[in-house]
């Protein structure tokens, strides 16, 4: 399985941008893709998931309002649609997949998903 993050780069506070993960070597009959950010000097933190058998899955309460993700089967592509971009938004993004399409236990990502190596993301005052 491999991932491919784009679609990081610089914006304004209040700006928008999506994010896209291109999936490969993974069934999408039963799906949990998640995507992740770590900000410099802290440590990686899960932001949303979205799965087959559980629908979307906020992590974070602050971003709730303000990013979405999507999965396109056809183009076999996750996306995090990010607005109202705030400075503390900045981070190295990841997208993961995992099998069990379940979004609970987020910490059976780490151990034992599939990742990319992310994009990054700074956004400015």
């Known amino acids: 399985v491999q991932l491919v993050e784009s679609g990081g780069g610089l914006v304004q506070a209040g700006g928008s941008l999506r994010l896209s993960c291109v999936v490969s070597g993974y069934t999408f009959s039963a799906y949990a893709f998640g995507w992740f950010r770590q900000a410099p000097g802290k440590a990686r933190e899960p932001v949303v998931c979205?799965?087959?058998?559980?629908?979307?899955?906020y992590y974070l309460e602050s971003v709730k309002n303000r990013l979405a993700i999507s999965v396109d089967k056809a183009e076999a592509t996750v996306y995090l649609q990010m607005s109202s971009l705030k400075p503390e938004d900045t981070a190295y993004y990841y997208c993961a997949a995992r099998d069990r399409p379940v979004c609970s236990q987020v910490e059976n990502f780490e151990s034992r998903g599939y990742w990319g190596t992310g994009t990054e993301v700074t956004v400015s005052s």
């Open positions: 979205i799965s087959s058998g559980e629908g979307t899955t």
